[in-house]
C-alpha cells in the first residue's frame, strides 16, 4: 500500500511540473503502469501456464 501511494504522489507531482497545463493524474498513471503491467503479466504467465 504504501510503494502504491508513493507512487501516486510521484505521478502527481510530475503530472503538475511537466507542462503549464496540468496533465490528468490517470494519463499519467496508466503511460508509466502499463509496461510494468505488461512485464508482470509475461514474467508470471511463463511460471503459471508453462
Avoid at 7 to 22: F, G, P, Q
Avoid at 26 to 44: Q, V, W
Amino acid at each position: 500500500m504504501m510503494m502504491g501511494g508513493c507512487y501516486l504522489i510521484v505521478c502527481d507531482t510530475l503530472a503538475r511540473t511537466l507542462t503549464s497545463a496540468e496533465i490528468p493524474v490517470g494519463i499519467l498513471t496508466s503511460i508509466l503502469g502499463a509496461p510494468y503491467l505488461c512485464h508482470l503479466l509475461r514474467n508470471k504467465g511463463r511460471v503459471i501456464f508453462g
